[in-house]
């Protein structure tokens, strides 16, 4: 299992960029100036991952599931896996929407971020993971394949479809 290395505030770094070769050891964390934690992390081995949709992650800091559907948990009693999920959400820049794949990024983990919802949610609401993928909702459908995302909640509605303003208090995850 890789170990993470932690820089706290670092200076200069572009958080929407992505790079072909590693910039920073992967697992490196670091704060943006706006209070986001993000991530360093490589892309999923054959699949790009688009802007604000959730992700997880692996012990080797390496993307494995590109967007995070109903069923990437299994079957869940409650609405809590049998394992721990580690989660992030691309949050890229304009020109650079995607993490290529194999590429290497930054993923945001904590904090303030953009997140891309299936339909309007309610400011406040916690998520939960959803069938169109990659995005959440403030409803569960009851299902006992939806998973709610811990510490993730809506600021902004975004009136249906689209990317709602979300605050993330602990580290993205599902499964605790």
């Not at 820089?7 to 209070?35: C, R």
């Not at 993923?107 to 995005?135: D, F, L, Q, R, W």
């Not at 998973?147 to 993205?172: E, M, Q």
């Amino acid at each position: 299992m890789a170990i993470g290395y932690s820089v706290g505030t670092v200076t200069g770094v572009d958080f929407g960029a992505t790079s072909e070769l590693p910039i920073y050891p992967l697992g490196t964390e670091a704060k943006d100036n706006n209070g986001t934690t993000y991530i360093y992390v490589k892309g999923h081995s054959s699949t790009a991952t688009s802007q604000y949709l959730v992700c997880e992650y692996n012990t080797s800091f390496t993307i494995s599931t590109v967007a995070v559907t109903s069923g990437t948990f299994g079957t869940i009693a409650s609405n809590i896996p049998a394992k721990f999920y580690n989660l992030g959400v691309f949050q890229g820049k304009t020109g650079s929407t995607t993490l290529p794949s194999a590429y290497y990024g930054w993923i945001a983990i904590e904090g303030p971020m953009t997140i891309a919802t299936a339909g309007a949610v309610t400011a406040g609401a916690v998520v939960y993971s959803n069938a169109t993928a990659g995005k959440v909702d403030d409803a569960n459908a009851g299902a006992t394949t939806d998973a709610r995302i811990t510490g993730l909640y809506v600021i902004t509605d975004p009136g249906g479809a689209g990317n709602a303003s979300c605050f993330a208090k602990l580290k993205l995850c599902a499964g605790i």
